[in-house]
């Protein structure tokens, strides 16, 4: 466990150096303690690949404090168990205008786009965290085989639904942002919705998947 | 019900309030008043409660009519506030008549004014704020900026205005300027002492593509030799994030939630407000204090906004 102060009413918490997946089991059991436990001095918790920024009140506490509670809370944190996680699967219709970067990326990997297309669709994801934007999950970790950079230079617009990858990461843009990851596909579902709940189709600690669909299929879901 | 009519908006006017925060998990950024001390003074000048919803305006202000009349409060950045053809002042209440109008012109100073009328505005809460968070389109009015014809419900209030102005006193401790204090940020030691020297000996400028989410800043780029890879995690507001090519970005209230760019700095609590009145061109420079100043000042600060008796004469 490593403490940095991020700002003078925030605390970084890392509980490992390395994105895997025990060091972000240890980061959610710790997330799912404080919300169960909320002290009074608490104001936001974003938890990350391997760390939680913990944000609080500096009329009522300071940094060597919130790190006493939070060293109390990791000990309760490592007794509890990790809930089950949710599986949710994700249509994508791959390539063309939907995937601007397919073609692309298949060649930087010397493979055919119907391969991307299937190592991309054919083991499920961990979710990470949201961050970014609302609803925006991180999830991995994409095959090393489809390992990409981002782009050099990032769109200024990224219509919502698109499905990139990054490093060994892979995301569903909510929302039409600028963004520099490179496309692969579209979904035609919402990620995020302030008038549905759970607002967020997913949180942290879900598996997802993802389903190759034709463009029928998408026209038809994206008109439901 | 009383009601505003939006007769010009303005370059970019948003309803805005305190913001919400506690849904990082959720990827949802508190967003809210860029002045949130703005915003509260003017609340408090027209007997709302300090979070409020109001409206934000940048640069340049809009047009308003208030078919039934409303007591308002002009709190931040001066448009050169115009009620039925009369100036009035910054910061006190004042009674607009039934059918008046309230014109706005380009900023004479800082970026931000807001518009705080008694009994608020009314509008539906995303996740128990009112704020507009554009990004996502959530929030605020349709999650949009305001547009020529809008019409926005307001709040029950008391027509009686009282006699109260903002002390010149406790707004010149409070008054935006361009020296930033910043502690620490969680990277630091990732910068050698010669970035360091030109972060806080050579003054910036604030870039033209500045917005809610960030402010970029032009000036010496701060490059770390190793390109300053790292793993995503969480950011604060006020984190001044250092790209890839070495430029450094402030993040604002509607900021995103995580990022991978090594951060050098972060803009103290006491400042926040001061980050929001930047304009584009706007010189900044930033000076060094510790985490314990940074919250003394905090906490000093904090009094003086709940102190009416400080507040105003």
Known sequence: MRFCAASDRALLVYLGEEISLPVHERVLKLLRVLQANPPDWLRNIQPAYCSLLVTFDPCVTGHAEVEVALREFEKRAEWSRPSKPRTVEIPVCYGEEFGPDLDEVAKLHQLTPEEVVRQHSCQSYHVYFLGFAPGF???????????????????????AGSVGIAGRQTAVY?????GGWRLLGRTPLVLFRGDRKPMSLLSIGDRVRFRPITRDEFQQRVQA | MSSLIVETPGLLTTVQDLGRLGYGPLGVSPSGAADPVALRLGNLLVANPPGAAALEM?????????????VIALAGADFGPIVNGRVIDMWMPHAVPAGGRLNLGATKNYARCYLAIAGGIRVDSFLGSAATHLLSGLGGLQGRALRRGDVLQLGRAARHISQKRASPAALNILRPHQNLRVTDGPQVDRFSEQLKHAFYRTPFRVSEQSDRLGLRLDGP?????DG???ITEGVTLGAVQITPSGQPIILGVEQQTSGGYPKIANVIGADLHRLGQLRP???VRFERTSLAVARSLWIDQERLLSNPAQLFV
């Open chain 2, 228 to 230: 300053g890879e790292m």
């Open chain 2, 221 to 225: 780029r701060l490059s770390i030799d």
């Open chain 2, 58 to 70: 940048t640069l340049v202000g809009g047009t308003f009519v208030f078919p039934e009349g409303a």
């Open chain 1, 174 to 178: 909510p929302f039409a942002t600028p």
């Open chain 1, 137 to 159: 999950a991180y999830l991995g970790d994409l095959p090393p085989a489809l390992a990409t950079p981002r782009l050099e230079l990032p769109r200024r617009r990224v219509p």
């Open chain 2, 281 to 283: 061109r706007d010189e």
